[in-house]
């Protein structure tokens, strides 16, 4: 059974920080290439951040650069969002997302979905 569980998230005031979680089973997570999603109330889902199978340089939307940090950990079969700097603009349900194919990757098609933690910034 491939799983994918975010975790972490949270009402906090702006300015503040939070580090979300996606825990993965079911396949062979160091094969995978991983990135956070959002989607914002009435918006369309968007990228954040993706991270390859190696821990390599990361993608980071422009909104978040500077703020955010992705990381993961293979040993734990966990990757990471370090939020810093919150702001209103970054309330959202955030999801994590796998795949292996590099190209697909490369084309943020994702094959593998969390169900999403809830983050909420208050001004």
């Known amino acids: 059974e491939v799983q994918l569980v975010e975790s972490g998230g949270g009402l906090v005031q702006a300015g503040g920080s939070l580090r979300l979680s996606c825990a993965a089973s079911?396949?062979?997570?160091?094969?995978?290439?991983i990135g956070w999603f959002r989607q914002a109330p009435g918006k369309e889902r968007m990228g954040v951040a993706c991270?390859?199978?190696?821990?390599?340089?990361?993608y980071y939307d422009h909104s978040v650069r500077g703020r955010f940090t992705i990381s993961r950990d293979n040993a734990k079969n966990t990757v990471y969002l370090q939020m810093n700097s919150l702001k209103p603009e970054d309330t959202a349900v955030y999801y994590c997302?796998?795949?292996?194919?590099?190209?697909?990757?490369?084309?943020?098609?994702?094959?593998?979905w969390g169900q999403g933690t809830r983050v909420t910034v208050s001004s």
């Open positions: 991270i390859t199978v190696r821990n390599g340089r990361p």
């Open positions: 079911g396949f062979t997570f160091g094969d995978y290439n």
């Open positions: 997302a796998a795949v292996r194919d590099y190209n697909k990757y490369l084309r943020f098609e994702y094959d593998y």
